[in-house]
């Protein structure tokens, strides 16, 4: 499985507020020559009555263990954010997460590629 760069969060903590682009690997940028290994070609998704969710489990698990609802920032360039609400980071490990995305017509459409979270205790 394909993971993007690794996350690395302290546990307790709230924040970063993780920011999300979604692209469509198959279709060019507006201006671009569309390249599958370039993301920066990649058109954005659009997010116009979207809702998009991150879920989070432990690498080697298969149940969930929380689900993020992010907040659609910019529609049109497929745009989304979301924080860690209190008790979310309450565990060390590895975790790995997934976006879904679901359209205003209940079309859903998931990443392919995970995101990885690496969480370690702190000092308190």
Request: net charge negative; aromatic share 6%.
């Amino acid at each position: 499985m394909a993971y993007s760069d690794t996350i690395n969060l302290v546990k307790g903590d709230t924040l970063p507020e993780l920011k999300f682009t979604l692209k469509d690997s198959n279709q060019a940028a507006e201006g671009k020559r569309l390249d599958a290994n370039n993301s920066d070609t990649w058109a954005p998704i659009p997010l116009n009555g979207a809702s998009v969710v991150l879920r989070i489990r432990e690498v080697g698990s298969t149940t969930v263990k929380t689900s993020l609802t992010c907040i659609v920032s910019d529609a049109a360039s497929g745009q989304v954010f979301t924080d860690f609400p209190e008790g979310t980071l309450d565990k060390e490990g590895t975790f790995e997460g997934e976006l879904e995305l679901t359209f205003d017509d209940g079309g859903k459409q998931t990443v392919h590629d995970l995101i990885k979270l690496k969480v370690r205790g702190d000092f308190g």
